[in-house]
């Protein structure tokens, strides 16, 4: 049975192969450390059950506790359950994601910049493993405000859009997606290496 020592003296080079000898029966007590108010402890759990998610499907019947945490006051927790939700979307047999979509793009425009953020580059992976959701997921960042964010966030945030349109554009070409990135191309907030690096990803997709 695992504890929070020895979750701990777990490296960080370590967590892949931890998480893949894990005991199945301590995925419930990970589950638990996940509120708790420390740091430390409830980062490490985080993490040994997002790499236990990219090789085994254990995780995922904890769908609906992560779908709770979206609606937390604590912004971590609403990170955490946007994050191991994404991780599991590949998992998602019985099409959870389609009920659970529109809570998920509320987070885009959640208070913290770093769990916008982080909720767009999620929607990358919802987004590959889930392209019967494309449609929403791609004009949801369309229509996104990046003018409602802080100056020193909207480069950040606009290249993080259009990474998932990107994606998604590969199997789903749409007028709305390339003039939004000919808008991305031609505005004022990316920087010229950003427009090279973008004009470059774009002949590869």
């Known amino acids: 049975m695992i504890s929070l020592e020895s979750i ?10 931890a998480s893949k000898v894990l005991d199945k029966e301590d995925i419930p007590q990970l589950i638990e450390w996940l509120n708790l108010k420390d740091d430390n402890f409830r980062y490490q759990a985080f993490l040994l059950l997002q790499n236990r998610s990219l090789y085994f499907n254990d995780v995922y019947p904890y769908w609906d506790t992560f779908r ?3 609606k937390s006051d604590n912004s971590y927790q609403r990170s955490i359950g946007l994050m191991l939700i994404a991780e599991n979307v590949k998992w998602d047999v ?3 994601m389609d009920d659970t979509i529109d809570e998920y ?8 910049p770093i769990t916008i953020r982080q909720c767009i580059q999620a929607l990358a992976k919802i987004a590959a493993a889930k392209p019967g959701l494309n449609d929403k997921i791609a004009s949801r960042l369309i229509s996104y405000d990046l003018m409602a964010v802080k100056e020193t966030m909207r480069k950040s945030i606009l290249l993080d859009i259009l990474n ?20 991305a191309l031609t505005g004022e907030i990316l920087d010229k290496k950003s427009k090279k690096q973008l004009e470059g990803l774009l002949c590869n997709h």
């Open 8 to 17: 701990m003296l777990i490296s960080k080079n370590d967590l892949q192969d």
């Open 68 to 70: 709770n945490k979206l």
């Open 94 to 96: 019985e099409n959870r």
């Open 105 to 112: 793009l509320i987070l885009l425009n959640d208070e913290k």
């Open 164 to 183: 998932v349109l990107l994606i998604i554009r590969k199997d789903h070409k749409k007028d709305e997606i390339d003039n939004f990135i000919l808008y």
